[in-house]
């Protein structure tokens, strides 16, 4: 397998790309969407965005101090999903071949290399 694949090209691109302890997979083009949204969004609305944002950071601190299961964390968790909601959301549509595509560059990618010093002691 290549370095770096492409399964997934449209309508937002999937790279997935093999690592030493298993696989990275790029959405970076979503993330970049939902950011001009909410670049967007903050151009038509900088006051309330900038609230938004603020808020979040706020309800973020506090999650972090009060631990996983506060109530800020599930009211962090609530604007997030809110926020998203507002962009487009956070799951990405795949279509057709490409579902197959992804999931044999998935596949492959994962697939455990053996280090040529581990084939050497196998043959012992």
Avoid: K, W
């Avoid at 309508?11 to 696989?23: A, D, N, Q, Y």
């Avoid at 939902?34 to 609230?51: H, Q, S």
Wanted: cysteine-free.
């Amino acid at each position: 397998m290549p370095a770096d694949q492409t399964p997934v090209d449209g309508p937002h691109r999937i790279h997935v790309r093999r690592t030493p302890s298993g696989v990275e997979l790029d959405s970076s083009h979503r993330i970049g969407t939902l950011l001009v949204a909410l670049a967007r969004d903050f151009e038509e609305d900088p006051t309330g965005v900038a609230d938004q944002l603020r808020e979040l950071a706020g309800l973020d601190r506090s999650a972090r101090h009060q631990g996983a299961d506060s109530h800020a964390v599930h009211e962090r968790d609530a604007l997030v999903d809110e926020l998203l909601d507002s962009l487009g959301g956070g799951s990405q549509l795949i279509y057709g071949r490409q579902v197959g595509a992804l999931a044999a560059s998935l596949l492959a990618a994962g697939q455990v290399a053996i280090v040529p010093t581990q084939q050497d002691r196998r043959a012992s």
